[in-house]
């Protein structure tokens, strides 16, 4: 899967990115490589969700896919 991603710089130095495609999806970083560190991070973390509040039915199937 591709994103795409905007990168601003911060006011007060440094970078920040968001990522239009998952709402609310944004991370900051003092150097452009941390921010790109950040950024996997924070996109993992947004698309991840808590399984354990999911009720399955009888019929029905989870599973995981790689993107």
């Known amino acids: 899967m591709k994103l795409k991603v ?3 710089e911060a ?3 440094g970078f920040w990115a968001e990522v ?3 709402p609310g999806c944004a991370t ?3 150097t452009f490589d941390e921010l ?3 950024l996997y991070e924070a996109v993992e973390g947004c698309l991840s969700v808590d399984l ?3 009720k399955l039915k009888k019929r ?3 599973l995981e ?3």
């Open 52 to 54: 354990k509040n999911i």
């Open 65 to 67: 896919i790689a993107v």
């Open 6 to 8: 905007i990168i601003h």
């Open 36 to 38: 790109l560190q950040n």
């Open 60 to 62: 029905d199937r989870m």
């Open 20 to 22: 239009p495609a998952i």
């Open 28 to 30: 900051q970083g003092e």
């Open 11 to 13: 006011e007060e130095g």
